[in-house]
């Protein structure tokens, strides 16, 4: 019994521990998964009158930003509800596995439009760059184990940053 009191309490901080090394992992490989996603759907040309939107307030980039899955009527619901899709445990988006994390994305802009391969030339290098649409997904995922909590701050942010040519 006495071994058993000694051995126990470590036996389950390591199994915990463990356990959320496995679930960072997880959620790791789903939101990296979520934000490819999210730039594959922001690239395509459908996305133009988003990118536009986004663009008509001015400013080499502007974003627009929502929650996984996102509310309908939300300027990013199309794009919102295809990364949900990618990690759904029941095939909804209300059934992500990255639900409440937050999906940004910027495109950038020129005289209040978004631009478009259009405007990157071989012949211009300082404008490769001016067709690249920015997405950004952060996730806080809350640690189960106690102890590891006085060591890494709770909740860990898990974040994937891409960025991606515009197709339009």
């Known amino acids: 019994m006495a071994e058993l009191a000694i051995a126990l309490p470590v036996v389950l901080i ?3 521990g463990v356990a959320d090394i496995g679930r960072a992992f997880y959620y ?16 395509l040309s459908p996305q133009q009158a988003t ?5 008509a307030g001015g400013g080499a980039s502007q974003s627009l930003s929502t929650t996984i899955p996102p509310a309908s009527g939300n300027a990013l619901a199309t794009i919102g509800n ?6 759904t445990s029941n095939g909804q988006p209300a059934g992500t596995a ?22 990157a030339t071989s012949t211009d290098p300082a404008n490769t760059a001016s067709d690249a649409i920015d997405v950004q997904i ?31």
């Open 14 to 16: 390591l199994g915990l």
């Open 51 to 55: 990118g536009d939107g986004a663009c």
């Open 138 to 168: 952060s996730y806080s995922m809350p640690l189960i184990t106690p102890f590891l909590t006085n060591f890494i701050a709770s909740p860990v942010i898990i974040r994937a940053d891409v960025q991606s040519r515009v197709q339009y």
């Open 98 to 119: 990255v639900s409440g994390a937050t999906l940004t994305v910027t495109w950038h802009c020129a005289s209040n439009m978004a631009l478009t391969h259009a405007t």
């Open 28 to 43: 790791r490989e789903a939101v990296g998964n979520a934000s490819r996603q999210a730039a594959r759907i922001a690239v």
């Open 82 to 87: 295809e990364v949900a899709l990618e990690s």
